[in-house]
């Protein structure tokens, strides 16, 4: 799961800069609150893919060993029992994002707690 929290973590950190970048009236902290309640595209495009490549998608997948971590497989049990078979058969982009989504309220919260 570090390899997922990892990614999740900077490509919150690219919203939030972006952001930041073009309304100067929003905060670090309103940001990520924002962003607890709504992730947007922060993870993928309208398509539900953040690569846009199902190839780029299953490497890293497979390089952070994501289908067979316990902590990911856990994230997914909360949701139901067949939430991870029924997305693993979406393919490897809805995958990956949906795996981002799911922990994007921990990495979120982590982010906000280093705020105050």
Known sequence: MEDYTKLCR???ED???????????????ELLEDLLEDTGNTFGNLDGSRTMSTYDAQQFIDKSGAIWDEDILNLFSVIGDDYFTETLKRGAETLDVVILELLS????????EEIK
């Open 10 to 12: 900077e490509l919150i």
């Open 15 to 29: 919203e939030v800069s972006e952001v930041l970048n073009y309304d100067k009236d929003k905060t670090r902290k």
């Open 105 to 112: 309220h921990q990495v979120i919260s982590e982010m906000l």
